[in-house]
T-cell receptor, first 121, second 113 residues
């Protein structure tokens, strides 16, 4: 199985611009989560999508948004970039815990992509 | 919401010694506690996990313990090797629910040959 693929791997933007990052999950995985990784802050949860629905959102401003397509691919968008948005953005896919009655393997393991490193100048 | 604290932030040990990383969580509803390892320039990967109905779990040289009452869980690495050098993240979440995993801030482990 192919792993989680994120594009682009590196990008440089200037303040005020916007950026869109893409994530292709492992085939069959319907849950896609996004995390921001910065030195000293660890991995901070941005949001999670399952079957095109955002199920949960972290404590980030509305400039951070996302969506998921019918093929489970996900994108996140950051508008009006600020210097503090410079970070590694990691996407993780999971088979998910599943809803009640759904036959998903209850593992909960997150499979991460290699990340998109965003630098805001 | 859930809050996970992780200590220490950096840890240096001699090869062959043991390493211990400790985490505390705040939400008593959390019942699944994974540990991820991130080598330099690579993606985080799950190395071991524990559920709240278990007090300890071992996998070769690594083990995790959980104290639900105190809301503490720890990662133990024995007979450390240079390839154990990495950043380790503990995490807590509620299994069966939305996939929102709260991570600690990470521990950079350096194993000195």
């Amino acid at each position: 199985k192919a792993g989680v693929t994120q594009t682009p791997r590196y990008l440089i933007k200037t303040r005020g611009q916007q950026v869109t990052l893409s994530c292709s999950p492992i085939s069959g995985h319907r849950s896609v989560s996004w995390y921001q990784q910065t030195p000293g802050q660890g991995l901070q949860f941005l949001f999670e999508y399952f079957s095109e629905t955002q199920r949960n959102k972290g404590n980030f401003p509305g400039r951070f948004s996302g969506r998921q397509f019918s093929n489970s691919r996900s994108e996140m968008n950051v508008s009006t970039l600020e210097l503090g948005d410079s970070a590694l953005y990691l996407c993780a896919s999971s088979a998910g815990w599943g809803l009640a009655g759904e036959p998903y393997k209850n593992t909960g393991e997150l499979f991460f992509g290699e990340g998109s490193r965003l630098t805001v100048l | 919401g859930e809050n996970v604290e992780q200590h220490p932030s950096t840890l240096s040990v001699q090869e062959g010694d043991s390493a211990v990383i400790k985490c505390t969580y705040s939400d008593s509803a959390s019942n699944y506690f994974p540990w991820y390892k991130q080598e330099l320039g690579k993606r985080p990967q799950l190395i071991i996990d524990i559920r709240s109905n278990v007090g300890e779990k071992k996998d070769q040289r690594i083990a995790v313990t959980l104290n639900k009452t105190a809301k503490h869980f720890s990662l133990h690495i024995t007979e450390t090797q240079p390839e154990d050098s990495a950043v380790y993240f503990c995490a807590a979440t509620l299994s069966g629910g939305y996939q929102k995993v709260t991570f600690g801030t990470g521990t950079k482990l350096q194993v000195i040959p």
